[in-house]
């Protein structure tokens, strides 16, 4: 008995009662507690404001706690209720946050990616550069143009050259605006727009981007020797790009389904033989009055990937301004002060006298000269002959051999 009584040990036991004579007795030394025979009261099993935090320990990091896992709602009487999430929205969790991991997503269901899209979205997957283009890639592989259908990047220097690698991810692209991107003839963007994943394009404005002929060159090389690249090609903007001339017209006749075409403030003259050129071979004459086409309205970002748009933009605002006083002290004091530089090192501000409005388009009654098989069969060989009576001979001419490829034309291809 001495024992139980030692105040170590029954801190560590705990309290030992003993009933002598109907009476309850602490063996530690506390006052006898008499039996009540009255109604039992009730016993709280917790205090009033005990409060329970629910969490689940995560194994790679014992010192953090996730509560993703936890649903907090109020109920009627305003008390906080704590639910468990669905098995779909912990799996779609752990999916966004491992989406860089991801193979492929072909065969899920549109309506499962639109919010697996927007989980990674949250998650600021499409903001970190280590996992941005990997993510954007496996989207737009899968569902193309639901991810984005138009892009535009008008005026937007610094987030078509920041986010290059992620531009070149969306896939299905129906309509893209480069005007006043200072691309220049090198730019790798310039370069993809020949890529395969964007040969759905109908709608291209690259206005006032320091092009020229060189660079229509480059563009059209796969469309005129491997029947690939911009073949659907619908509108075409070429505007404020002052050293395109005649010669760059020949490349752009390759696109024969153009509708709409712009090449106002560029080194073509209103009565040279390109626009006749232009005419003959695809079909457009000029149009009277500004055309809808290229008024820039009809190409805004529409997708899925809308507001991750305007999330880059947001973060190249925030970093123009960082250096926003830097390169206003440069000005002042005379450095950089005039500086209109396009990516390739020439400048952009060389005006067109008496600049003249050249656009392009498609009569309304007027489609595309289409023939059956039969009758190209049956009038070419009548023409055929024809020129052979003309001629005097009793057989028709050979075939005209196409014409050969330039030395320019061969180092374009063998970019690619």
Not at 21 to 39: D, E, I, R
Not at 338 to 361: C, M, P, W, Y
Request: aromatic share 8%.
């Amino acid at each position: 008995m001495s024992l139980l009584t030692n105040a170590s040990t029954a801190h560590e036991v705990g309290p030992i009662y003993v009933r002598e004579q109907g009476q309850l007795h602490l063996l530690n030394g506390a006052p006898s507690l008499k039996v009540t025979t009255g109604k039992p009261k009730s016993v709280r099993l917790f205090q009033k404001g005990f409060t329970v935090n629910l969490c689940i320990e995560d194994g790679d990091k014992p010192s953090t706690y996730r509560t993703d896992h936890i649903v907090f709602t109020y109920t009627k009487e305003g008390n906080l209720r704590y639910s468990p999430k669905t098995l779909f929205d912990v799996v779609l969790a752990f999916i966004a946050d491992n989406i860089q991991h991801v193979d492929s997503l072909i065969g899920f269901p549109e309506q499962i990616a639109e919010k697996l899209f927007t989980a990674v979205e949250a998650r600021k997957k499409f903001i970190d550069p280590s996992t941005s283009s990997m993510a954007l890639f496996t989207f737009g592989k899968a569902y193309g143009s639901l991810v984005l259908q138009s892009l535009c990047l008008r005026e937007r220097v610094t987030l078509a050259s920041e986010r290059l690698k992620e531009i070149q991810s969306f896939r299905g692209l129906k309509c893209l605006d480069l005007s006043s991107c200072k691309l220049g003839d090198d730019h790798e963007l310039l370069r993809h727009l020949t890529s395969e994943s964007l040969m759905s394009l109908t709608t291209l404005y690259l206005g006032d981007n320091g092009l020229s002929d060189c660079g229509l060159q480059k563009m059209t090389a796969p469309v005129r020797v491997l029947r690939r690249g911009l073949g659907n090609l619908e509108v075409l903007d070429l505007s404020g790009n002052p050293r395109i001339s005649s010669r760059g017209m020949l490349y752009v006749c390759c696109f024969s389904k153009l509708r709409a075409l712009n090449i106002s403030r560029t080194g073509v003259m209103p009565n040279c033989s390109s626009i006749q050129m232009i005419q003959s071979k695809l079909s457009l004459f000029p149009a009277g009055e500004p055309l809808e086409e290229f008024q820039h309205s009809c190409c805004k970002t529409d997708g899925w990937a809308e507001q991750v748009v305007y999330q880059w933009e947001r973060l190249c605002e925030r970093q123009h301004e960082k250096v926003g006083c830097r390169t206003v002290a440069q000005r002042f004091y005379g450095v950089n002060k005039f500086i209109n530089l396009d990516a390739d090192g020439f400048s952009n501000t060389e005006q067109i006298k008496d600049a003249v409005r050249l656009q392009f388009h498609r009569k309304p009654n007027q489609d595309l000269p289409v023939q059956s098989p039969m009758n190209s069969t049956i009038g070419s060989s009548k023409r055929s002959t024809d020129r052979a009576k003309e001629i005097g001979c009793s057989s028709p001419p050979a075939k005209c051999k196409r014409a050969e490829l330039s030395l320019d034309d061969w180092d374009v291809l063998n970019c690619y």
